[in-house]
Every structure is written in structure tokens, then in C-alpha cells.
């Protein structure tokens, strides 16, 4: 694209540890103690995380100083995958219903989420282990749930809607960004995005 090759955009994809905010600078008072990326990595002041993951939420952020790369990942056309803990042992029918839509509250409103991609996560060996709780204290189930929508923590509204509150919330991919086995805190220059 033109236009990026021109203004010579920096694109990076990072690991956002368990913790941190998704942003480089505080402009609340109430949230005056909080890790911001601006303690991981010193970047360009022109640089943006595209969309967040909460601050218990981890995994693939993508970095830029554009605008319109931004607006495209936003998008309802870019898959979002995540890999989840919930507890509390999953069904076929929990399966189904998350795949079918679930109602869930936005800006205290209820709100139907669109059908999507769940299913059963086997293997975690991709995960990077972080405690979150002991086994003594019950089952736990992982699942890959893909959105292309993006509501204010909808994952995490959607596992509880169904009676399996999440423990453990892993963005791996963005449409064909993937976090594949990076480490939290860790960054990666691209160069030309793809859309």
C-alpha cells in the first residue's frame, strides 16, 4: 500500500502480560498504580495498541502508528481467536450454545453476540503456564472461542452467561497475526501489515 510505504508506519505485535493496561499513558486518577505498556517498551509517542485485552486478559496486541491499519483490525472483518480457561468442565450443549449467540449486558443493555467459532482445547503447550488456582479447588476446561466482534469483555461475558465463569483469557490471534510462541513482554517489528 502506498500510503503506508510513504509514511513509513511502525507495526509491532507484542505478548501483553497478565496485569498490565493496554495503553502507554494514565489519564485517570483512580488508576494511578497500574502497569501501562509504557514500562515495557519505549516507543514512538505516535505508537496505539489496536483495540485492548483487560488487565487480567493477556496474550497478542497489535501495535501501530496508523490509523487505518487500526481501524481495519477494529473491524468486524478481522478474526479474533482466544484460548480459555473456564471453570468448571464444558459440554457439547455449552459448546453449542456459545457457538449459537449468548445475551449478555452492554452498556447495561442486554445484547445477543453473534454465532461464532468455539470448541475444545486439548493441547495448552502453546500456552505459557501461569498459575491461576489450585486444583483442589475444582475442573477446569480450556476452549478456543474466535469472535469478530469486539464488546467491552466479552469473552469473559460470554463463559459466565453459560455458567462457567472465565479463569484464564489468552488472545493467540488477530486475523493472521499470531502470537504463536512468544513470551509475555515480548516484542516483534512487521513490516508491511496485510489488509
Known amino acids: 500500500m502506498l500510503y503506508n510505504v510513504l509514511v513509513n508506519h511502525k507495526h509491532y505485535k507484542i505478548y501483553k502480560p497478565y496485569g498490565y493496561l493496554s495503553q502507554f ?15 515495557l517498551f519505549d516507543l514512538s509517542k505516535d505508537t496505539m495498541a489496536i483495540g485492548r485485552l483487560d488487565e487480567k486478559s493477556e496474550g497478542l496486541l497489535l501495535l501501530t502508528t496508523d490509523g487505518k491499519f487500526s481501524q481495519y483490525i477494529r473491524s468486524n472483518a478481522v478474526e479474533k481467536e482466544y484460548h480459555v480457561m473456564v471453570d468448571g468442565l464444558i459440554t457439547e450443549e455449552h459448546l453449542e450454545t456459545l457457538r449459537n449467540g449468548v445475551e449478555i449486558s452492554v452498556n447495561s443493555k442486554p445484547y445477543i453476540t453473534k454465532s461464532c467459532k468455539v470448541d475444545v482445547l486439548d493441547d495448552t503447550s502453546h500456552i505459557v503456564e501461569r498459575f491461576v488456582r489450585d486444583e483442589r479447588h475444582g475442573a477446569t476446561s ?14 469473559r461475558k460470554m463463559t459466565a452467561s453459560i455458567g462457567l465463569p472465565t479463569l484464564r483469557l489468552v488472545r493467540v490471534r488477530i486475523g493472521d497475526y499470531k502470537l504463536e510462541m512468544m513470551q509475555p513482554g515480548e516484542i516483534v517489528e512487521f513490516n508491511s501489515p496485510r489488509f
Open 142 to 155: 480450556w476452549l478456543s472461542i474466535t469472535i469478530t466482534e469486539g464488546k467491552f469483555r466479552q469473552v
Open 25 to 39: 499513558v494514565n489519564h485517570q486518577n483512580k488508576r494511578r498504580n497500574k502497569k501501562l505498556l509504557s514500562d
